[in-house]
């Protein structure tokens, strides 16, 4: 059974950093294409960054310049490198994996982020 499991996420002063990090677990061939998404109250999910899985990375323009997604194969893991964190940031983070012949359906539990102003 495929599992993502994220951690990595808590409070945080505005301006400051957090990294978040999502295992897949039960997979035998390393993802295509993985990703962060975000859902803050009363919004709709929406994207954040995401990598192939040949390196090719694609950022929302809010957080251009500022968060970094990147991914160890060897580990089925893919991390989101947060800085200069903001209070706008604040949402539930979500990871997604689309595995090779089985879709895009794939989503973690997410995980908090909370940056105090």
């Known amino acids: 059974q495929v599992q993502l499991v994220e951690s990595g996420g808590g409070l945080v002063q505005a301006g400051g950093f957090l990294r978040l990090s999502c295992v897949a677990n039960g997979i035998i061939f390393s993802p295509n294409d993985m990703g962060w998404y975000r859902q803050a109250p009363g919004k709709q999910r929406e994207l954040v960054a995401t990598?192939?899985?040949?390196?090719?990375?694609n950022y929302a323009d809010s957080v251009k310049g500022r968060f970094t997604v990147s991914r160890v194969d060897a580990k089925n893991t893919v991390y989101l490198q947060m800085n200069s964190l903001k209070p706008e940031d604040t949402a539930v983070y979500y990871c997604?994996?689309?595995?090779?012949?089985?879709?895009?359906?794939?989503w973690g539990q997410g995980t908090q982020v909370t940056v105090s102003s």
């Open positions: 997604n994996a689309c595995l090779v012949g089985r879709g895009c359906h794939y």
């Open positions: 990598i192939t899985n040949i390196g090719t990375t």
